[in-house]
């Protein structure tokens, strides 16, 4: 079993759709949680960092962290062509743990206009 | 600003050849990564500096070295280059440690032959 476990997808909405990816993860040390999107052909770009359960919002981007069911969540209202991507979730144990950073496989978005 | 600039950006080896991969950050950043992203794998670390003159092995460390002279540069090297190695590799930097928000390069993508 991966530590982090995310579906590869495709995941295709259309225009104006919520968009909903999720990750599973296995080790309860993980206290830093990020959101990376992945543009074709580019490195990946950082969307969303928290550290605590709860949410946090930007703009049209909300995350989510469950600590208590390992299980953290973006979501992308009214979703744009521009937010077809591939997106990363992150997770990260401290140095006074281990200082292990571990990346998701990444999730395939296409909103098609 | 250019943030992580890396070189080159594409690449075909024969196998036993050997190369380095070239990576320059402009931000001032201690922390610098290099990563290997395979196909819904996610991205694996493979060595990391906390600053000048000092190094550490990632997850995946084997057939590949590294140095850090400067605070911006931090090359890649391949000494024997080995089918298993075919990749997209992935150069980063961070203010602060290995959980803290990272800039990404845009790659470079590796065959070997």
């Known amino acids: 079993q991966k530590e982090v476990e995310q579906d590869p997808g495709p995941l295709s909405v259309p225009e104006g759709a919520i968009v909903s990816l999720n990750c599973t993860y296995s080790n309860s040390a993980f206290q830093y949680f990020m959101w990376y999107r992945q543009y074709s052909r580019k490195g990946p770009e950082l969307l969303m960092y928290?550290?605590?359960?709860g949410n946090k919002e930007d703009g049209r981007f909300t995350a989510q962290v469950d600590k208590s069911s390992k299980y953290i969540s973006l979501f992308i209202r009214d979703s744009q062509p521009s937010d077809s991507a591939t997106y990363l979730c992150a997770m990260c144990v401290g140095k006074a743990a281990g200082n292990k950073l571990t990346f998701g496989g990444g999730t395939r978005v296409l909103v098609k206009p | 600003n250019a943030g992580v600039t890396q070189t080159p950006k594409f690449r075909i080896l024969k196998i036993g050849q050997s190369m380095t991969l070239q990576c320059t950050q402009d931000m001032n950043h201690n922390y610098m990564y290099w990563y290997r992203q395979d196909p819904g794998m996610g991205l694996k670390l493979i060595y990391y500096s906390v600053g000048a003159g000092i190094t550490d092995k990632g997850e995946v460390p084997n057939g590949y070295n590294v140095s850090r002279s400067t605070t911006e540069d931090f090359p890649l090297r391949l000494e024997l280059a080995a089918p298993s190695q075919t990749s997209v590799y992935f150069c980063a930097s961070s203010r602060g440690g290995l959980c803290q928000p990272q800039h990404f390069g845009d790659g470079t993508r590796l065959s070997i032959l």
């Open positions: 928290t550290y605590s359960s």
